[in-house]
């Protein structure tokens, strides 16, 4: 019975260490779970923030050409323009006989069109 005594001693020892073993386990697997799927969401985020990203760098480099080609038609037609301002060169289109030699505007149009459609 002495025997006995302490077997059952000893599993009343254990009892509790099972216990929590068994309760870390069944715990730590929705723990697990749960982490997966943060993990799992936060490399979907980091994706569309680089597929934005992204995006916002070609919308840069296609305005920075637009303004390039904006500039060099502003140039094209501008060399058209006597040294006035160019408030003063728009009237002075508008007006027949003009300082504007119909040749130099027509090149100085085609240039621009030119620009715009490279």
């Known amino acids: 019975m002495a025997q006995a005594f302490g077997?059952?001693?000893?599993?009343?020892?254990?009892e509790p260490i099972i216990?929590?073993?068994?309760?870390?386990?069944?715990g730590r697997l929705p723990a697990q779970q749960n982490e997966k799927t943060l993990k799992d969401e936060?490399?979907?985020?980091?994706q569309?923030?680089?597929a934005a990203q992204h995006v916002k760098e070609q919308a840069l480099?296609?305005?920075?050409?637009?303004?390039?080609?904006?500039?060099?038609?502003?140039?094209?037609?501008i060399s058209a323009a006597?040294?006035?301002?160019?408030?003063?060169?728009?009237?002075?289109?508008h007006k027949t006989g003009g300082p504007?030699?119909?040749d130099g505007l027509r090149y100085s149009v085609g240039?621009?069109?030119r620009i715009l459609n490279s």
């Open 82 to 93: 006597p040294a006035t301002s160019t408030a003063a060169f728009a009237e002075e289109i």
């Open 19 to 26: 216990f929590v073993i068994i309760g870390y386990y069944f």
């Open 61 to 77: 480099q296609t305005r920075e050409a637009l303004e390039e080609k904006l500039k060099n038609v502003n140039a094209a037609l």
């Open 111 to 113: 240039a621009a069109v």
């Open 42 to 46: 936060i490399s979907r985020q980091t």
């Open 48 to 50: 569309r923030a680089d």
């Open 7 to 14: 077997r059952r001693k000893n599993v009343l020892r254990l």
């Open 100 to 102: 504007i030699k119909e």
